[in-house]
């Protein structure tokens, strides 16, 4: 029971952090909708969880985030997975086949048009969508992976 009552009280804090953004999370998150209406834009309107990783990131961290994407992520069907920048290592590319199996979208920038906008790029960014509001954004830092992937599979 109390596990329970435990449970229940940092999901009611959780929630209620992700429906506000702070003011620079706002502006990050609306650069973030003009990226998606400029370069993507059937994915602008709609109410999903998007995960945006820089390729240009250091190996290991991208690492970390393919194996989070391919191995922890339980519901796939609501996330808009893409990756920005020129998959430049071998290894990746059999990640990103395994990520196209696994997700039903899978979008590639490969000029790095995202590095334009400033949506906080310097580290992967997960950003979500209801009703037609941003609801979370997030600059992804390494110490935070165990916490992003709690709140995806919350959130889906």
């Not at 998007?50 to 191995?71: A, R, S, T, V, W």
């Not at 590319?93 to 334009?116: E, T």
């Not at 949506?119 to 992976?145: C, H, Q, R, T």
Request: charged share 25%; net charge positive.
């Amino acid at each position: 029971m109390r596990i329970s009552i435990t449970l229940f009280v940092l999901l009611s804090m959780g929630s209620c952090q992700q429906e506000k953004l702070s003011k620079q999370e706002k502006e990050l998150a609306q650069n973030f909708d003009r990226y998606l209406t400029e370069n993507f834009e059937t994915y602008a309107t709609q109410n999903k969880l998007f995960y945006i990783l820089p390729m240009l990131g250091c190996d290991n961290c991208i690492d970390n985030h393919f194996d989070i994407l391919k191995n922890k992520v339980k519901n796939t069907s609501n996330i808009v997975i893409i990756l920005s920048g020129e998959i430049i290592k071998k290894k990746w590319l059999s990640d990103v086949q395994i990520l196209k199996g696994r997700y039903k979208s899978v979008l590639f920038d490969n000029k790095d048009n995202a590095s334009i906008y400033n949506i906080g790029l310097m580290k992967p960014v997960v950003a979500a969508k209801s009703n037609g509001k941003w609801v979370y954004y997030n600059k992804v830092e390494d110490f935070e992976m165990e916490d992003l992937v709690s709140f995806i599979n919350q959130r889906n």
